[in-house]
C-alpha cells in the first residue's frame, strides 16, 4: 500500500536523470493510479512513448516484481487512499472537522504523554543513544517520518544515525546492525507487520532496543531495554495519524533537548 507510494516517490528521487524513461513511468503511474490499474503493459508504454519491454525492466528494477505485482500494488494503494476517512460519519458529523476541537484533542494527547513520562526510562534511552556506535531509526508509513525527524535532530548532535523509507532498506539495516550500535523503534500501535518482521531479527541478533509506542504490552516491546510510552488518543475517523503524530514528535523532541544538555556538562 504505502510502500508502492514511498518506493516510486523515492525511485523518482534518486534518479539522476530526471527526464529518463524510467523516471517518467514512476511518475506517470503515480499521477493515473486510479486508472493504471485497468491499463495493459501495451497502453502504459504508450503513454510513457517507451516500450512493453522498458516497463517489465521497470518492474524488475524497482522491486524485482511483474506488471502484474505492481498492478496489485496500486490496487492496494488506492483502496488504502479510498479508506483514508470514514466519509459516512463525516457526512453525519462534522464536528470531526472542528478546529477547537482538534487543538483540544492534541492538547489532551500532549498532557496525557507528559503524564506517561518515566524520567528513569528516558535517562536509560539517553545512556544507550551516548554509548552506541550508530543509532538505526525505524519507523513504517507515517512513524517514518517521525524516524527521519529523529535521525536528522541527532546527526546534528553528532551521532551518526540511519533512517530508511523502504522496508527492505530497513530489514537490510536491521541485520546490518552490531552489539555496539542501538535500534530504536517507532510504531504507534507497535502492531505493524513490517515492524514485527524487523523487530525479529533485531531479537536474534540481540540488538540493543529502545521502542516509542502506545502500546507498551505489544510484542514488539518485551525484548527492549527501554519503551517509551506516548498517549493512546486518535481520532478513529481518519487513517492518518492527525493526533498521534505530535505525541510521538514530543517525545523525540524531549529527548534531544536534553541529550544536547547534557552535552553542555
Given at each position: 500500500?504505502y ?5 516510486l516517490?523515492?525511485?523518482i ?7 529518463s524513461?524510467?523516471?517518467n513511468?514512476a511518475?506517470f ?7 493504471f ?7 502504459v ?6 516500450s ?18 505492481l ?6 494503494y488506492?483502496?488504502m487512499i479510498?479508506?483514508e ?5 463525516a ?7 472542528s ?22 526510562s528516558?535517562?536509560n534511552a539517553?545512556t544507550?543513544i551516548?554509548?552506541?556506535?550508530k ?20 546527526t546534528r ?19 546490518s546492525l552490531?552489539k555496539?550500535d542501538?535500534?530504536f523503534i517507532?510504531?504507534f500501535?507497535g502492531?505493524?507487520?513490517?515492524i514485527?518482521?524487523?523487530?525479529k531479527?533485531?531479537n536474534?541478533?540481540r ?5 516509542l509506542?502506545?502500546?507498551e504490552h ?12 506516548v498517549?493512546?488518543i486518535k ?6 495519524p ?24
Amino acid at each position: 500500500m504505502y510502500r508502492f507510494w514511498i518506493r516510486l516517490l523515492s525511485f523518482i528521487e534518486n534518479c539522476e536523470d530526471r527526464s529518463s524513461t524510467e523516471a517518467n513511468i514512476a511518475d506517470f503511474i503515480l499521477k493515473n493510479a486510479k486508472i493504471f490499474p485497468e491499463m495493459s503493459i501495451y497502453d502504459v508504454a504508450e503513454q510513457c512513448h517507451t516500450s512493453p519491454a522498458s516497463i517489465s525492466r521497470f518492474c524488475k528494477r524497482i522491486g524485482d516484481i511483474s506488471f502484474k505485482d505492481l498492478k496489485n500494488a496500486c490496487i492496494d494503494y488506492n483502496e488504502m487512499i479510498e479508506n483514508e476517512m470514514d466519509f459516512e460519519v463525516a457526512k453525519e458529523d462534522e464536528e470531526i472537522f472542528s478546529v477547537p476541537s482538534y487543538f483540544d484533542q492534541i492538547i489532551k494527547s500532549l498532557k496525557e504523554t507528559e503524564q506517561l513520562i518515566e524520567l528513569a526510562s528516558i535517562q536509560n534511552a539517553l545512556t544507550l543513544i551516548k554509548h552506541s556506535n550508530k543509532i538505526a531509526f525505524f519507523g513504517a508509513t507515517y512513524s517514518q517520518i517521525v524516524a527521519k525527524n529523529a535521525q536528522i535532530k541527532f546527526t546534528r548532535l553528532q551521532k551518526y544515525c540511519s533512517s530508511f523509507s523502504t522496508e527492505e532498506s530497513q530489514m537490510e539495516e536491521a541485520k546490518s546492525l552490531s552489539k555496539e550500535d542501538l535500534a530504536f523503534i517507532i510504531s504507534f500501535s507497535g502492531s505493524t507487520k513490517h515492524i514485527q518482521r524487523v523487530s525479529k531479527v533485531l531479537n536474534q541478533k540481540r540488538i540493543k532496543t529502545v521502542i516509542l509506542t502506545s502500546d507498551e504490552h505489544a510484542e514488539i516491546c518485551k525484548n527492549a531495554e527501554v519503551v517509551l510510552k506516548v498517549s493512546k488518543i486518535k481520532n478513529e475517523h481518519f487513517n492518518s495519524p492527525v493526533i498521534q503524530e505530535y505525541a510521538m514528535h514530543s517525545i523525540i523532541n524531549v529527548l534531544y533537548l536534553t541529550y544536547a544538555k547534557q552535552l553542555l556538562k
